[in-house]
T-cell receptor, first 115, second 111 residues
Framework: EAEVAQSPRYKITEKSQAVAFWCDPISGHATLYWYRQILGQGPELLVQ????????DSQLPKDRFSAERLKGVDSTLKIQPAELGDSAMYLC?????????????FGEGSWLTVV | EDQVTQSPEALRLQEGESSSLNCSYT??????LFWYRQDPGKGPEFLFT?????EEKEKERLKATLTKKESFLHITAPKPEDSATYLC????????????WGAGTKLIIKP
């Protein structure tokens, strides 16, 4: 069964350092999402791509976060500089299309701890 | 304001004790409602999509139902391996893609 691949699974970084997460969506899925999830809460959408274009990044803290999907396949989410409040799980997800309620499939997530 | 509320926050059951989890939503129109299961430290795993009131879907010991204001996830004769957090998400009619998530119900099944 096809899966969304994410790396690294765990990352510990010091405050003010840079950190990056990588995601490879399910083959053929045009839409890619980055979510952030804090323990005890539902996922929060950070950015959504349709192919290589950003559809929505209204919740992305653009002063320190950036995301790209250059060739419309895999994607990278970067945080620079990291802050203590960024500690959370970062989830990548994909769907065939972002429209009409297509099912969103999630990766295993990347745990970030900022110390 | 569009909102999704899940209850209870946590539920402890004995193995074999059936129960239901609730997901109530307030949106002007519903495009779809999604149920996910999330194990500790892992990403959400898709369970069901429901599109219209009256619709039901089943998978093993789980059955999801939908009304105009809420959805129930019924669990029949649960086993310890059913322990997880169950998340509900709603796609409003006016939104093409932005899911609204509940905070989840943490289900613990004791042997």
């Amino acid at each position: 069964e096809a899966e969304v691949a994410q790396s690294p699974r765990y990352k510990i970084t010091e405050k003010s350092q840079a950190v990056a997460f990588w995601c490879d969506p399910i083959s053929g899925h045009a839409t890619l999402y980055w979510y952030r999830q804090i323990l005890g809460q539902g996922p929060e959408l950070l950015v959504q791509f349709q192919d290589e274009s950003v559809v929505d990044d209204s919740q992305l803290p653009k002063d320190r976060f950036s995301a790209e999907r250059l060739k419309g396949v895999d994607s990278t989410l970067k945080i620079q500089p990291a802050e203590l409040g960024d500690s959370a799980m970062y989830l990548c997800a994909s769907s065939k299309s972002g429209y009409s309620g297509n099912t969103i499939y999630f990766g295993e997530g990347s745990w970030l701890t900022v110390v | 304001e569009d909102q999704v509320t899940q209850s209870p926050e946590a539920l402890r059951l004995q193995e074999g004790e059936s129960s239901s989890l609730n997901c109530s939503y307030t949106v002007s129109g519903l495009r779809g409602l999604f149920w996910y299961r999330q194990d500790p430290g892992k990403g959400p795993e898709f369970l069901f999509t429901l599109y219209s009131a009256g619709e039901e879907k089943e998978k093993e010991r789980l059955k999801a139902t939908l009304t105009k204001k809420e959805s129930f996830l019924h669990i029949t004769a649960p086993k310890p391996e059913d322990s997880a957090t169950y998340l509900c998400a709603v796609l409003p009619l006016e939104s093409n893609y932005q899911l609204i998530w509940g905070a989840g119900t943490k289900l613990i099944i004791k042997p």
